[in-house]
């Protein structure tokens, strides 16, 4: 961790240095579009549909050297490029969100880095509200902390809802000192999107995930979201605070498609279920939301049918190459309507984020 005096210097010297990425961003439509690029314009049925990426990554670098971070990769960083991939997938609008990397800063430098960028991020939007919205960033190991900094972002600087990570610091987010973050979201009636960390579950469970393969990532990714929303569930955070908005990455890890499990636990081994919940644990499944981040049809087809196609939201994981092909997947899969495809394309997405159709 930075010194005081370390981040104080540190500080002076991020807040001198910003430059605002927006500006890079109006270059690059006017460089697209007179190099001929086109935009890709989605239609179902003939009805044009205005898409929205609610996974779609990227960094503020004055806010990352408060801890002496640097973005990898550079594609992170607001550029040319963005708008030119967004067109050529067929991405209208994109929700920006930021990975914890700050969860072990002191609270004045966690303070100052969130609110360096949260202020950015908003400054990016109102550059370009016609294709970008994004989640602020909060300081959960400060529950009293992130509450204000998710006030302040939503009302202060029209960030449309907060991003965390599925723990903090080894602690569960049903732990009951996350409390008065989960009590303002409620209260504002925002969207969540919950994205799990490499060093989440890697840091309990190190040898197994080692080896060929990326393992900690390609397990542990969706094995720390699958855990964070089951205690979420098991732990009655959902039964205390119903009217939550919460929106998991990755189509909520491995939890849907093995939910039914959740279900005959408590039935087998009703001494391991001390807490009764007031449904079933699959029933909270229905009340959550997705990102369609599953790969094939047949996986997006069953998570449909697992939590109901009007909780799902088209992701693209944008810059990190796991899904191309997010507007084609949602369109090429079959058994789904018409007004089902519209939704997860971008219609649930726009009225959760206060999107204008």
Known sequence: MPTRREFIRNSARAMAGIAFVGCDLLAARAAHSQAGGRRREVAVSGRRV???????HCAVPEAMALMGLKPQPQT??????RIRAMDEQG????ALSINPYWYKAERDVARALIRIQNEKLAELCASRPDRFVAFATVALQYPDLAAEQLEEGVKKLGLRGGSIGCSVNGEE????????????????????????????????????????????NVIGNPLETTIALSHLIFEGTLDRLPGLKICAAHGGGYLPSYAARSDAGCVTFPDRCPKPLKKRPTEYLRQLYYDSIVFTPEALRHLAAEVGSSQIVMGTDYPFPWMKTAVDHILSTPGLSDAERAAMLGETASRLLGIKA
């Open 91 to 94: 991405i209208d609008v994109e």
């Open 76 to 81: 992170l960083v607001m550029g040319q490029d």
């Open 50 to 56: 205005k898409t929205v990426d609610v996974h779609a």
């Open 173 to 216: 987010l049903s732990d009951p000192k996350f409390l008065p973050f989960w009590a303002k979201a409620e209260q504002l009636g925002v969207l969540v999107f919950i994205h799990p960390q490499a060093a989440g579950v890697a840091a309990e469970i190190p040898r197994r995930l080692k080896g060929n393969g990326g393992l900690e």
